[in-house]
């Protein structure tokens, strides 16, 4: 079964203390992606990945770090530098660079973070 | 800043009614496409119309293109109470060094059965 897969579905956090949220595919894409969606809003772009080893900064990448080692995982790690770090994080994926055509987004189930 | 912004925020139709939702967008795309989530959930790709084109159709789903007022329209024909969700356009801009699509505010679609 192809997919996105994120872990763990609710996580829980104390203040003042790093997170990092899991995501996973197997459908050989080369581009990842995190969002970050709060409440009634859309979706903002923290980080994004077009290849392994490489990464850049979204649209609200403070207080957040990623790493692309393998072309299967994108980690996001919410460090207690982030203000407000309660929402919910989704990761996705597209098709492999190397195709021309618009990227379609796969999307994972989502991970909701709270900040206790 | 958000490129798309829907219209209106929240609908409210009966199971039958067609419901229509808009998207504005502020700078020259590529594309645009049409994205579906429910409550909770991860977002499913609809549809995707290209920037050469006008008008596209699958199933009870209709997009339109107006690239010369940056809008779009998504309508929804015959509507189920499955259709219930909250719906996105995403643009993929023209080059702009940045490879990845901005989503708007979404329009939450409730459909009363």
């Known amino acids: 079964d192809g997919g996105i897969t994120q872990s763990p579905k609710y996580l829980f956090r104390k203040e003042g203390q790093n997170v990092t949220l899991s995501c996973e595919q197997n459908?050989?894409?080369?581009?990842m992606y995190w969002y970050r969606q709060d409440p009634g809003q859309g979706l903002r772009l923290i980080y994004y990945s077009q290849i392994v080893n490489d990464f850049q900064k979204g649209d609200i990448a403070e207080g957040y770090s990623v790493s692309r080692e393998k072309k299967e995982s994108f980690p996001l790690t919410v460090t207690s530098a982030q203000k407000n770090p309660t929402a919910f994080y989704l990761c996705?994926?597209?098709?492999?660079?190397?195709?021309?055509?618009?990227?379609?987004?796969?999307f994972g189930p989502g991970t909701r973070l709270t900040v206790l | 800043s958000q490129q798309g912004e829907e219209d209106p925020q929240a609908l409210s139709i009966q199971e039958g009614e067609n419901a229509t939702m808009n998207c504005s967008y502020k700078t020259s795309i590529n594309n645009l496409q049409w994205y579906r989530q429910n409550s909770g959930r991860g977002l499913v790709h609809l549809i995707l119309i290209r920037s050469n084109e006008r008008e596209k159709h699958s199933g009870r789903l209709r997009v339109t293109l107006d690239t010369s007022k940056k809008s779009s329209s998504l309508l929804i024909t015959a509507s189920r109470a499955a259709d219930t969700a909250s719906y996105f356009c995403a643009t993929d801009a023209k080059p702009t060094g940045r490879r990845a699509l901005t989503f708007g505010s979404g329009t939450r679609l409730q459909v009363q059965p």
């Open positions: 459908l050989n894409h080369d581009a």
């Open positions: 996705a994926s597209s098709r492999p660079r190397a195709l021309a055509g618009p990227d379609t987004q796969y």
